[in-house]
């Protein structure tokens, strides 16, 4: 299969990085990639300073980024890709369910966000409507859009989950990973007190009184959006 994918310089393929932090994920991708003539991979990264570095020297026209990186942030790493390189297009390729963070990545500056388990076809087709300056989503996320431009949803209450940041979203994400306070302050580069504190807005935002609890629903909760 191959098409045009609308970047790249005339008469060569559209230049692609992958930032995965799973191996065996990138060099699937890749391969697929890779047999198309009008896209190649240029560069691969598992976390975010490498991406970053990735970019910098690369300059890809596209950057495809998971969600879930080991010592990184995805929904940061696209904010800073965006700010930084703002020719760079960025589509989200994750497993997690596109209801909690299709949205939270379209504000952070992503042009699409498809999940994978999705054909490949479908996520080839994706980059290539990212490529060409198009935003790539779901029919059912598209619809899900459309209502709420026309008011149609607006009276709904948001539920709980949807009222937390970007950073406690990310924080419940990692406890609900079985990361404690001080591996997620690693991660996230912040400091343990602040950790503490985003803990604490999590039990309230989430009407939990205690830690355990807290875990406890982090971890539901991570099993049921990534399909568990």
């Not at 990085?17 to 890749?30: A, F, K, S, T, Y």
């Not at 790539?136 to 859009?145: G, H, I, P, V």
């Not at 149609?152 to 539920?159: L, M, S």
């Not at 997620?184 to 807005?201: F, M, P, W």
């Amino acid at each position: 299969m191959t098409g045009n994918a609308g970047a790249g310089a005339p008469g060569h393929p559209a230049r692609v990085l992958l930032v995965d932090d799973h191996p065996i994920v990138r060099q699937g991708l890749e391969q697929l990639i890779d047999a198309e003539q009008d896209l190649t991979v240029c560069a691969q990264a598992s976390d975010a300073p490498t991406a970053l570095a990735a970019v910098e020297q690369e300059r890809p026209d596209l950057a495809v980024v998971d969600i879930s990186l080991a010592g990184s942030d995805g929904l940061e790493l696209v904010k800073q890709i965006r700010e930084r390189w703002p020719a760079v297009k960025v589509m989200v390729l994750s497993m997690h369910s596109e209801s909690v963070y299709a949205e939270r990545t379209l504000s952070a500056g992503a042009q699409g966000y498809i999940m994978k388990q999705e054909p490949p076809d479908r996520i080839l087709h994706a980059m290539r409507e990212v490529l060409q300056g198009n935003v790539f989503l779901s029919d059912a996320l598209r619809a899900k859009l459309l209502q709420r431009l026309v008011g149609v949803t607006a009276g709904r209450e948001r539920t709980p989950i949807e009222r937390l940041t970007d950073r406690e979203l990310t924080v419940l994400r990692l406890i609900g990973a079985g990361r404690g306070t001080r591996k997620i302050a690693q991660e996230l580069g912040l400091s343990v007190k602040t950790i503490e504190t985003y803990r604490e807005n999590l039990k309230r935002k989430l009407h939990l009184d205690s830690a355990a609890e807290l875990v406890q629903y982090a971890v539901r909760w991570l099993q049921q959006e990534s399909g568990g």
